[in-house]
């Protein structure tokens, strides 16, 4: 019993010295605190649009506590960050800063960063920065700088074009709700203008669409994330952010030209119409990285010449009916997302008519063209590369000149036919590699003529189409 009582003595002994020890805090200059990072870096955000959350911790490694008099902004309001220290957030109530903050000898507490700046008024991002200041009981002063980029952009929302329009900027233009073109109006996106689309938003089509990008200045149709979500990961690299195009029922005579669409959910939705009258005519541009599909045509009328359309979770290149012709055009199925990806290419009856020319269709499956037959099912390729078991049916009529890929040849088919498929930091450039046999394969004759400079070295045209960076 009396062994038992000394125990309780001990204990008691050591827990108030262990108490006595955390309730010291040091008056020396020398003791200071400690920072997860150098700089807490916001990424370039529109004016007026919060960023996500940034945050860092603060160490104490001395041997005693520190406590701060007060953590502030240095400029207050001014610079339109906002934090948040260990739970207290620097609100003007409280003169944007937390006082008596207390940090035990090896403790440590976490800071939350955002900002939302203000307008710049000129046109390129600019700088925006901010000191978090400590100012330690101790009479020490330690600053941590907040960094950060705002670029001024124009903010619509719930956009209606019920008259022939044209949106032309080189200031980018952020889109909330959604762009709707009404029955009878033209909406016109002239070259080098670039739209920026909140996760609801995308464009509504029921009269007539053309994008008018150039090789040098192309039409960017995109989401509006411009941070990242890690240091080797931009927000833009990743699909389903925002709702795409839709191409209504009475909608005819539309054309993407130049046009680079990322990151959407489904890239183009075209709604079944009459296949006497042309629907949609994609020419020299790119559906890339989308979560459902890249391109749905259904029962309608379409042209797409020198396209790519690669990486999406379901097919790249869906065709339900209606009369469809590919030229010079690549369908590439690498979407990092999810194994369970969809195919290339399907096409399904009734189909009154698919013509595929010159065209490169590979990915990762061994077999990425799906076809369902029916009454009415008249399709052909000629001079493709395909990768799918060679057909060797009545069906192989309907292919002609085609190169049809070996699952087990791994250095020239697949994903070696490109320059770079790089799944770690998602950057795909779907130029063609010297190696690739679409190299100068496709027929002269009936291959586009083209400024993509497409061409291969002794002057014939390659399969497939220009690249995407």
């Given amino acids: 019993m009396r062994l038992k009582k000394y125990f309780h003595i001990l204990a008691a002994i050591l827990l108030v010295a262990a108490c006595e020890d955390n309730d010291t805090f040091t008056t020396s200059q020398s003791d200071l605190l400690s920072f997860s990072v150098d700089t807490v870096r916001v990424d370039t955000v529109f004016s007026n649009v919060p960023s996500s959350t940034r945050s860092f911790w603060v160490f104490n490694h001395s041997g ?30 409280v003169g944007y800063q937390a006082q008596d903050v ?80 009404n029955k009878g109006a033209t909406l016109t996106i002239a070259s080098g203008t670039t739209l920026y689309f909140a996760n609801a938003a995308g464009i509504k089509v029921d009269g007539t669409l053309k994008t008018e990008g150039t090789a040098d200045r192309p039409v960017v149709l995109r989401g509006d ?16 952010q925002w709702r795409g195009i839709r191409f209504g029922s009475e909608s005819y005579a539309n054309e993407l030209r ?61 065709i339900n009916g209606g009369d469809v012709a590919v030229n010079g ?86 994903k070696k036919h490109f320059e770079r498929i790089d799944t770690e930091n998602l950057v795909y450039d779907f130029q063609l590699d010297a190696a690739s046999p679409a190299v100068g394969r496709a027929n002269a004759t009936t291959s586009l003529p083209t400024d993509r400079n497409g061409r291969a070295r002794d002057g014939k045209p390659d399969i497939g189409a220009f690249e995407r960076k």
């Fill in 258 to 318: 130049y046009t680079d669409l990322h990151g959407a959910f489904d890239g183009i939705v075209a709604d079944s119409s009459d296949v006497d009258s042309e629907k949609l005519h994609v020419f020299a541009s790119t559906i890339h990285n989308c979560q459902g599909v890249g391109l749905q045509l259904n029962h309608c009328k379409a042209r797409l010449e020198n396209t790519l359309i690669s990486n999406t979770l379901m097919a790249c290149l869906e």
């Fill in 329 to 414: 055009c690549t369908l590439a199925q690498f979407y990092p997302f999810d194994t369970n990806r969809g195919p290339a290419i399907r096409f399904r009856a009734p189909l009154q008519n698919l013509l595929c020319r010159n065209s490169l269709i590979t990915g990762y499956a061994d077999d990425v063209m799906m076809g369902k037959a029916g009454d009415v099912f008249n399709y052909r390729f000629e001079d493709c590369i395909i990768r799918t078991p060679k057909i060797t049916t009545k069906d192989s009529v309907r292919f002609s000149a085609v190169l049809f890929e070996d699952p087990k040849d791994t250095l020239t088919t697949g």
């Fill in 102 to 181: 207390e940090i035990r000898a090896g403790d440590s507490i976490r800071i939350y960063v955002e900002l939302t700046a203000s307008r710049q008024h000129v046109d390129d991002p600019q700088r925006v920065e901010e000191n978090l200041v400590f100012n330690l009981e101790s009479g020490a002063v330690q600053k941590l700088c907040l960094s950060g980029w705002a670029w001024d952009a124009m903010l619509w929302r719930d956009m209606v074009v019920t008259k022939d329009s044209v949106i032309s900027s080189t200031n980018p233009i952020v889109v909330y709700g959604g762009i709707t073109v």
């Fill in 225 to 240: 994330r411009i941070d990242r979500m890690f240091d080797y990961l931009p927000y833009d690299r990743l699909s389903g």
């Fill in 64 to 93: 005693a506590g520190i406590r701060c008099s007060s953590i502030l902004l240095e400029r207050g309001n001014q610079s339109g960050f906002r934090v948040n220290v260990d739970g207290t957030y620097l609100s003007s109530v």
